[in-house]
């Protein structure tokens, strides 16, 4: 299976045992030698529809949870029936099965799980806290992601991820926002992670984690310097910053209503090229850029304001010049004409009408 279903990278049955997970003390009751069966899904399932008979509803290679209510009624059907549920549910394309509650697991399943190599757990946890621990658990492995040779900071609030050439100034702006206040994620490698409904989430390398290298200065430790308030570990990307070599006769937009985009892992987010020249105060205009990243999202736009008003003004002009435009008008010659329009319709009365009809 080459094409993973919504772009979730595969993982096995034994990614479950991982320590992130010791909360749930899962215990594997058989079939460990199956843990290589792969998971395709983050998302798991109870498979109460299965043992009724409805087969298709259970989705290929997702952990299955069975919980009380799925034992008893397993418990409540005949036994040939039972074996028979059990069976074909087990044949399915299935990836483990996970028993909550610490009940014990009945014997048809450690049977046809034991026969087909189906791993079959058991936890003491509740079969709410069960799905809630592993569907996390399992986004976050199974997550698509990519690393990047950027900067990733909070400012205002807003994740900015700050990309350009090596050499470009990237770190020395990212000290310089931390100076300012504001929040470091990670410099120089950024592991982005795209989460459900087209979430970007940016991490730090574990090695690297508040870390910085400064070209003449060496590593530096940003927890240390500026105290544990000054970075984080994870923040969403809101705003794609790229810093470039100003050249002259380059175009950039000067008022901000192109609306460039960046797109990582099938996700666009906002894009915002500044052209790095001496002189410039680049942690400045980050700053900046963030504030208005966040105007927008607030429903104003400056920049389509100030267009807007422009465009207001083009218009009461060309109404105004298209007035004076007109014709001026003789005011004697207006008179003149009402005063013979009066007339004829004095002479025009409905007997003198009449008298005309008559002689025609």
């Not at 007035?323 to 002479?347: D, F």
Request: some cysteine; hydrophobic content about 40%; overall charge neutral.
């Amino acid at each position: 299976m080459n094409k993973q279903p919504d772009d979730f990278n595969q993982t096995t049955v034994q990614s479950l045992l991982s320590p992130e997970l010791e909360d749930l003390a899962l215990k594997i009751v058989t079939g460990d030698d199956g843990l290589d069966r792969i998971i395709l899904r983050p998302r798991v399932q109870k498979p109460g529809l299965a043992f009724a008979g409805y087969y298709e509803y259970i989705k290929q290679w997702r952990v299955q949870i069975i919980g009380e209510s799925e034992t008893k009624y397993l418990q409540s059907l005949p036994p040939r029936l039972r074996e028979k549920r059990v069976r074909d549910v087990a044949a399915l394309d299935v990836s483990c099965f996970i028993v909550t509650k610490g009940i014990t697991p009945l014997d048809e399943f450690r049977q046809e799980c034991e026969k087909r190599s189906v791993p079959l757990f058991s936890t003491p946890a509740m079969s709410s806290t069960s799905i809630i621990r592993t569907t996390y658990f399992l986004e976050e492995t199974m997550a698509p992601r990519i690393t990047m040779h950027s900067g990733l900071l909070d400012v205002y609030g807003i994740g900015v991820l700050l990309l350009g050439d090596s050499g470009i100034g990237k770190s020395e702006c990212a000290l310089d926002l931390v100076y300012r206040g504001h929040r470091l994620i990670a410099d120089d490698m950024v592991v982005v992670r795209r989460h459900p409904n087209d979430v970007l989430l940016g991490y730090s390398n574990d090695l690297l984690r508040h870390h910085m290298e400064l070209r003449g200065i060496g590593i530096i430790d940003i927890k240390d310097l500026f105290g544990v308030a000054s970075t984080r570990d994870v923040k969403p990307i809101d705003l794609v910053v790229k810093l470039e070599k100003w050249v002259e006769g380059t175009e950039y937009d000067r008022l901000g209503i192109a609306g460039e985009t960046y797109e990582m892992l099938g996700v666009s987010k906002p894009y915002v090229r500044l052209p790095v020249a001496s002189g410039r105060n680049l942690a400045l205009l980050v700053e900046i850029a963030a504030r208005n990243h966040l105007m927008k999202l607030q429903g104003y736009d400056s920049a389509r304001e100030f267009t807007k008003r422009i465009d207001e003004q083009i218009a009461r002009q060309g109404a105004m010049e298209a007035v004076n435009a007109l014709p001026h008008t003789n005011r004697e010659e207006v008179t003149s004409s009402e005063l013979r329009s009066l007339t004829t319709r004095a002479r025009l009365t409905p007997d003198v009408l009449d008298r005309i009809r008559r002689q025609r």
